[in-house]
C-alpha cells in the first residue's frame, strides 16, 4: 500500500468527512477549512489525480448543469483502499502518539 | 449543488479558463470556480470574488502560454525541418515552384515600383491638391481640342474675378541665347515665371529669398549646375548673365540657386526668369496661346466649383474674342470650356499637345497593373498544380501525423507554413532578380526605378506582404486537400486519387494557358499595329530630310543665300521653310466660309514656302502647287487638303479656282491646288482639314531633303553653310522620320512591355506544365510499361502522354482568343488608322501556344517512351 504525504492525508480525511464523496469546490473549501491553509485549485487537482492514480479516489462524472453550455461537475469519491490507507495513517499516528506519552511518562 | 443556475462568473475570465481547460476533461475545473466565485461572492464582495477569479486566471494563462508556445516552437522548427528536406530531395518541382514565384514577385515588385512612381507625380508640393492647371477644352466643328496653353491675360482676370483663387503663376516656356563668361553662346530652354511660383509650387530657392527673388524684371534663378556651367562657380547671386532677349542682348541678373526640381514633377526647369521683363503688352491679346497659367484654390474650394465660376470667365471675358466659333446657334458654353485640370493629374492624362512634358498614361499604368498581378497569379496557380498533385506521394506522411495525434488545424498550418517558407525564399531569388533586372528595365523604358525605392518601410512591408499572401493562399488549397485523406485508406496502401483534385488542377492550367493567351494575342496585335504604323504611308515621304529649327531674326534675312548655295550640292535634293511640321502641334487654326455662304468651317492653319509640297514629295490632286512665277501666289492664294475640300462640300475640280473667306470682313483667298491627304498628327487621329497658306517670311523650321548616298558629309556641309550664314545660332538638326517615330513611343514601350511579359507569362505558365507533364509521367510508370510489354511504340506513348494537353492548350485557346479579341480591338479603336486582327493574330497565337507547351512536356512525355519496360514494371 503506497503512503500518503500530509497534504494527501488530508484531501482523504476531507473527503471522508464529505460522507465519502465531493466536487472540487466543497472539497478545496474543507480542505482550508481543516488545514488552515489556502489551498489552490492547481494544487488541488494535482494532489487528487495522484490520489486517482494511487487507487485511493476515483472520480465520476454528474449529469451536465440545467443552463446553456452548462457542463457536468467531477464527483470525487474515496475508495476502500483509499479508507483503508487512511485507517493504517491513523494507526501509525496513534502508535507514534503512544511512543511519545510513553517517552514523556519516563522521563 | 449549492449555487446559482446561471453562470456569473466575469465572462472573459471563465472563456479562457475554458480555452485552457479545453483538454482536462479530469476535473470540472470551470464549474469548481464557478462554484467558488459565487461563495465568495456571497461570504464577501462581489469585487473580491471578481478579483479572486481573474488573478487565478491570470495567473495560470501565463503559464499556459508558456507551455504553448514552447510546444509550437518545437514543431515549427520541425515543420521548416521537414519542409526544407521536401525541397531538397525533390528539386525540381521547388525549383519550378520557387523560380515560378520569383518570376511573379520580380515582375509585381518593379510594376510595383513603376507604379508608385507614376502616382507620385507632383505630390512633393504642400498645396498639391489646391494647385491647378487652367485650361480650355473647344468643340468646334464636332472636333474637341483640349488647350492647356492660354493667353498671358488668364491670371490678371482670375484674380481679379474670383476670391475663390489664392493665386495665381504663368509659365512662359522660351529658347533664349545665353552669352556665358567666355562669350560662348548657347541656347537653352528656360521659363519665364511670375514671382509669385515659390508660393504656389514647392520648388523653392537654396539661395536668395523666394519673396523677391524674380519680382524685378531682368532677374533670373537658376540651379547649383546651371550656375557651374555657365560661370564655373556656385558663388553667383548678383552676378549677370547676357540673354538675346527679345532681339536685343540684355543682362539677367542672378537672384537666386534653385533647389533640383524633384524628377517627378511635371514640370522640369533649371532656369527661371521674371516674367515682368516682359511689356505688359506681350500680353495683350486674350486669343492667343502660349503660356500655362497655374492657380492655387483657397482652402476648401473644389474643382467643382472653380470650373462652375469658370462660366462667369468664358461668359464675361473669352466670349467677345471667341466671337467665331458660335456658328449655328451654339452658345458659347457649348464650344468653349474652362477647366481646372489638378496637378497631381497632369502627368496620368496629358494633353495630346502643347504638353509641357512627355506625359504617362493611366492606361498603360491599369494594363501593366492587371499584367503584374496575372503573372503572380500564374506563379501561384504552378505552386497549387504542383502541390496537389504530389499530395499522394506526402499522403503518408499526413496520415501517419494523423495517427500520432495531429490535428486538422495543425496539419493545415504546417503545408500553409511551408508553402509561406517557399515564398520567402522566393523573395530572395526575386530580389536578386530585380537588382539585376531594374537597371535593363531603366535603359529599356526610360524610367528611373531604384532598388532604393524597396528599402522604404512602407514598400518593405508591402512586399512581404504580398509574398505571404501568394504563400499563403497557394498553400491553401493544396493544405486542405491533403488534409482530407483518411488514413485507414492511406496506410492501408490504397490512395484513391480523386477526379476532383485532377479537375481542379486541370481548370488551373488551362486558366494559365487563357491568360498567356491573352498577353501574348496583345503583344501580336500591338506589334502588327506598330509595324503598319511605322511602314503605312503617310501621304509624304518622310525619309532623309533634316529638319533644323530656324526662329531668330539671323536665319530669316540669311534664309535666301542659305538656300541657293545648299541647292549648287547634287546631295541636297531640295530645302523648303515651314511654320511647323508633321507630327508636332499644329497651333492656326481658323474658321472659313465660302464666298456667298455663312457656313464657318473650322481648318487648321499651316503655313510652308513654294518647295514644301515638293520637298516632302506630296501629292498634288488638283490645280498647281505655289510658284514663284505667280507673283499673286503671296498674297491671296492657298491649297487645301483632300479632307478640307470633302468638308467644305466641294468636288477636287469643283475646289480648284474656288474662293474662301477667313472671318467676316477679309479678302476672299482663292484655292490654286489641292494636296492628297497626309499625316501631320499621330495614326490615333484621322486627317483633319487644312488650310495651306505659302510664308511670306522665314519662321518655324527649314527642312533639307537630301539623297540617302552620303549622309553624313552632307550633314557635315549643311552644318559648314550654316556656320557661315548664321554664325552664332545652334544647328540643332534632327531627322524628320525620327521626329515622327517619337509620336509612338508610347505604342512602342507598350509593344517591348508586351513582349517581355507575354514571354514571362508564357514561360511561367510552361514550367508549371513541365512540372505536371514529369508528374504525369512518373505517376503513369506502370501503365507505360505495360502498353510498351503489349506492343505500343515509342511514338504510341508519347502521343498518348501528350494528347491530354494539347487539348488543355487548345481549350486555353478557345477561351483565351476570344476575350483577347474583344480587348484588343478595343485599343485599336484607339487609332484612326488600324490594322484588322486577321486570322495570321490567332493561328500565330495558337501555334506560339501550342509550340512552347510541347517544348515543355515533350522533353518529359519522350524521356517516359524511351525507358525500358522492364525498369518501368519493376518500379514500385
Known amino acids: 500500500m503506497a503512503p500518503l504525504t500530509l497534504k494527501e492525508e488530508i484531501i482523504l480525511s476531507c473527503l471522508l468527512m464529505l460522507e465519502g464523496n465531493s466536487s472540487g469546490a466543497p472539497l478545496r473549501k474543507k480542505v482550508i477549512e481543516i488545514s488552515r491553509k489556502n489551498i489552490v485549485y492547481g494544487t488541488l487537482y494535482n494532489h487528487l489525480e495522484t490520489l486517482i492514480r494511487k487507487g485511493y479516489v476515483t472520480s465520476t462524472k454528474s449529469d451536465p448543469r440545467p443552463v446553456q453550455g452548462g457542463r457536468s461537475q467531477t464527483i470525487y469519491r474515496i475508495t476502500k483502499e483509499g479508507t483503508q490507507a487512511l485507517g493504517e495513517t491513523f494507526r501509525m499516528h496513534e502508535s507514534i502518539r503512544k511512543k511519545i506519552e510513553d517517552f514523556e511518562s519516563g522521563i | ?876
Open chain 2, 1 to 876: 449543488m449549492g449555487y446559482s443556475r446561471k453562470y456569473t462568473s466575469p465572462g472573459l475570465a471563465r472563456r479562457l479558463l475554458q480555452h485552457m481547460t479545453a483538454y482536462h476533461h479530469h476535473h470540472s475545473i470551470v464549474e469548481d470556480f464557478e462554484e467558488t466565485f459565487q461563495e465568495s461572492k456571497k461570504s464577501k464582495s462581489v469585487f473580491k470574488a471578481k478579483c479572486w477569479y481573474w488573478s487565478h486566471v491570470l495567473k495560470s494563462w501565463l503559464k499556459y502560454l508558456r507551455l504553448i508556445w514552447v510546444g509550437r516552437i518545437i514543431m515549427l522548427k520541425n515543420y521548416f525541418k521537414i519542409a526544407f528536406r521536401n525541397i531538397k530531395r525533390h528539386r525540381l518541382y521547388s525549383f519550378i515552384n520557387i523560380c515560378g514565384l520569383a518570376l511573379g514577385l520580380t515582375v509585381c515588385i518593379i510594376i510595383g515600383l513603376w507604379v508608385q512612381r507614376e502616382c507620385s507625380y507632383d505630390l512633393f508640393h504642400q498645396n498639391a491638391r489646391r494647385i491647378y492647371r487652367v485650361e480650355r477644352e473647344i468643340f468646334r466643328d464636332n472636333l474637341y481640342s483640349r488647350w492647356p496653353i492660354g493667353s498671358g491675360q488668364y491670371k490678371k482676370f482670375l484674380l481679379e474675378d474670383f476670391a475663390e483663387i489664392e493665386n495665381a503663376a504663368r509659365f512662359w516656356r522660351r529658347e533664349f541665347a545665353i552669352k556665358d563668361t567666355r562669350n560662348v553662346v548657347r541656347s537653352q530652354e528656360m521659363f519665364a515665371v511670375d514671382h509669385s511660383v515659390f508660393r504656389i509650387f514647392d520648388f523653392g530657392l537654396e539661395q536668395g529669398d523666394e519673396k523677391t527673388a524674380l519680382k524685378e524684371p531682368h532677374t533670373l534663378v537658376m540651379t547649383r549646375k546651371n550656375a557651374l556651367k555657365y560661370f564655373g562657380t556656385d558663388d553667383v547671386i548678383g552676378r549677370s548673365l547676357s540673354l538675346e532677349f527679345e532681339g536685343e542682348q540684355v543682362n539677367f541678373k542672378v537672384t537666386g540657386i534653385l533647389k533640383e526640381v524633384p524628377e517627378n514633377s511635371h514640370i522640369l526647369f533649371d532656369t527661371l526668369i521674371s516674367i515682368s521683363s516682359y511689356s505688359e503688352d506681350t500680353f495683350s491679346d486674350l486669343r492667343s496661346n502660349y503660356l500655362y497659367t497655374y492657380v492655387l484654390a483657397r482652402e476648401g474650394v473644389s474643382r467643382r466649383v472653380l470650373e462652375e465660376k469658370m462660366k462667369m470667365f468664358v461668359g464675361q471675358r473669352l466670349k467677345p474674342v471667341y466671337g467665331d466659333l458660335l456658328v449655328s446657334g451654339l452658345s458659347i458654353h457649348e464650344v468653349l470650356k474652362v477647366r481646372m485640370y489638378p496637378i497631381i493629374d497632369i502627368h496620368l492624362h496629358p494633353a495630346e499637345n502643347w504638353e509641357l512634358e512627355p506625359g504617362g498614361s493611366i492606361n498603360l499604368v491599369y494594363i501593366f497593373s492587371t499584367i503584374a498581378v496575372f503573372i503572380l497569379f500564374l506563379a501561384c496557380i504552378n505552386f497549387i498544380n504542383l502541390s496537389t498533385a504530389r499530395a499522394n506521394k506526402r499522403a503518408k506522411e499526413v496520415c501517419l501525423r494523423k495517427t500520432v495525434g495531429a490535428g486538422k488545424s495543425q496539419l493545415r498550418a504546417q503545408f500553409i507554413q511551408e508553402s509561406a517558407l517557399s515564398s520567402l525564399l522566393s523573395l530572395i531569388c526575386s530580389l536578386v532578380f530585380c537588382a539585376l533586372l531594374i537597371p535593363v528595365f531603366n535603359q529599356s523604358f526610360d524610367v528611373h526605378l531604384s532598388l532604393k525605392l524597396l528599402s522604404q518601410p512602407k514598400n518593405l512591408f508591402a512586399i512581404l506582404g504580398i509574398t505571404l499572401t501568394a504563400g499563403i493562399l497557394s498553400g491553401l488549397y493544396p493544405a486542405v486537400y491533403l488534409t482530407r485523406f483518411d488514413p485507414v485508406t492511406v496506410l492501408k496502401g490504397s490512395i484513391s486519387r480523386k477526379k476532383g483534385s485532377t479537375g481542379f488542377r486541370k481548370n488551373l492550367v488551362v486558366f494559365q494557358f487563357v491568360i498567356s493567351t491573352i498577353i501574348l494575342f496583345g503583344m501580336f496585335t500591338v506589334y502588327r499595329q506598330m509595324r503598319y504604323i511605322q511602314t503605312r504611308s503617310l501621304g509624304f515621304d518622310r525619309e532623309n530630310v533634316v529638319v533644323i529649327p530656324a526662329g531668330s531674326r539671323q536665319a530669316s534675312s540669311g534664309f535666301e543665300p542659305f538656300r541657293n548655295e545648299l541647292l549648287q550640292n547634287t546631295n541636297i535634293v531640295s530645302l523648303s521653310n515651314s511654320t511647323d511640321l508633321p507630327g508636332d502641334p499644329l497651333y492656326g487654326n481658323g474658321g472659313f466660309r465660302r464666298t456667298g455662304s455663312k457656313e464657318t468651317v473650322s481648318l487648321i492653319i499651316f503655313s510652308a514656302d513654294h518647295d514644301y509640297v515638293e520637298t516632302l514629295k506630296m501629292d498634288i490632286l488638283a490645280g498647281r502647287n505655289f510658284s514663284r512665277e505667280h507673283g499673286t501666289d503671296r498674297e491671296r492664294t492657298i491649297l487645301l487638303n483632300e479632307a478640307a475640300v470633302k468638308r467644305i462640300g466641294w468636288t477636287l475640280q469643283e475646289a480648284v479656282g474656288n474662293r474662301l473667306i477667313r472671318g467676316e470682313n477679309n479678302p476672299p483667298l482663292e484655292v490654286i491646288g489641292v494636296v492628297k491627304n497626309f499625316h501631320f498628327k499621330s495614326l490615333r487621329t484621322e486627317v483633319e482639314p487644312m488650310v495651306i497658306q505659302l510664308l511670306t517670311n522665314v519662321r518655324g523650321f527649314i527642312s533639307i531633303k537630301i539623297k540617302p548616298d552620303d549622309i553624313k558629309n552632307t550633314i557635315a556641309l549643311i552644318r559648314q553653310k550654316w556656320e557661315k550664314f548664321f554664325p552664332g545660332e545652334r544647328f540643332d538638326f534632327s531627322f524628320l522620320d525620327s521626329r515622327i517615330q517619337k509620336l509612338y513611343d508610347k505604342e512602342k514601350k507598350m509593344q517591348k512591355l508586351f513582349l517581355v511579359f507575354s514571354a514571362l507569362s508564357l514561360f511561367v505558365a510552361c514550367l508549371g506544365l513541365f512540372g505536371l507533364a514529369s508528374y504525369t509521367a512518373e505517376v503513369k510508370t506502370k501503365e507505360i510499361g505495360i502498353r510498351k510489354t503489349l506492343g505500343a511504340s515509342a511514338g504510341n506513348v508519347t502521343f498518348f502522354l501528350s494528347k491530354e494537353f494539347i487539348k488543355w492548350i487548345l481549350i486555353a485557346n478557345v477561351f483565351g482568343c476570344p476575350i483577347a479579341f474583344t480587348l484588343m480591338n478595343k485599343w485599336l479603336q484607339n487609332f484612326a488608322y488600324r490594322i484588322d486582327i486577321g486570322w495570321t493574330v490567332f493561328i500565330f497565337t495558337v501555334s506560339v501556344t501550342l509550340l512552347t507547351a510541347l517544348f515543355s512536356f515533350a522533353f518529359q512525355a519522350m524521356k517516359a517512351a524511351w525507358a525500358n519496360p522492364v525498369d518501368s514494371l519493376r518500379y514500385e
